[in-house]
């Protein structure tokens, strides 16, 4: 590989050509990737939420009471699910990959991340090829983001009771 990302480098390269080499420019994009990767954070979050809050419903009394706290339901998850947006776009922990010209790979490669993680708890053939296009995106953006299989089998272990009923699923 080389020694940067080909990706974010062909969008840094863009838009200098589109915008020319004000940094401003950069960090105004960097920062509007930076509130995409919030929202990615906030629709992950909601569907992490309500697949807890649907098996909630399973445990405690089946169909009847998932219909019944439906509604109070999706206003928590909605505000749990903005929380934990807000809380990602205001943590200092982003502050470099925000202002700095060269954080571009890490915000790409998040926001491929988040995609692909959202993709996958979808479900269905078209929805794993996109989940795996996006782990294939966030990779070429920066390498460590090849390891996002791991944690999906991670996750499928935890929802399914084991490593070995997750691999058969996977």
């Known amino acids: 590989l080389p020694p940067y990302p080909q990706i974010p480098l062909a969008t840094l390269r863009a838009q200098s050509a589109l915008f020319g080499p004000a940094p401003a420019g950069f960090r105004a994009v960097n920062l509007l990737l930076h509130g995409l990767v919030a929202l990615a954070v906030f629709f992950l979050v909601r569907r992490l939420l309500l697949i807890a809050h649907q098996r909630h419903g399973e445990k405690t009394g089946g169909e009847t009471a998932a219909r019944t706290t439906v509604y109070t339901g999706t206003a928590r998850v909605n505000a749990g699910a903005g929380a934990a947006a807000l809380l990602f776009a205001v943590a200092p922990l982003h502050a470099d990959a925000v202002a700095a010209v060269l954080g571009r790979d ?62 058969a699923r996977s």
């Open 106 to 167: 890490e915000l790409l490669a998040a926001l491929c991340s988040l995609l692909a993680w959202s993709a996958h708890l979808q479900g269905g053939v078209r929805w794993q090829a996109g989940a795996a296009a996006a782990v294939a995106l966030a990779a070429l953006c920066r390498p460590e983001a090849a390891l996002l299989p791991l944690a999906r089998l991670g996750w499928e272990a935890l929802r399914e009771g084991g490593v070995r009923p997750a691999i």
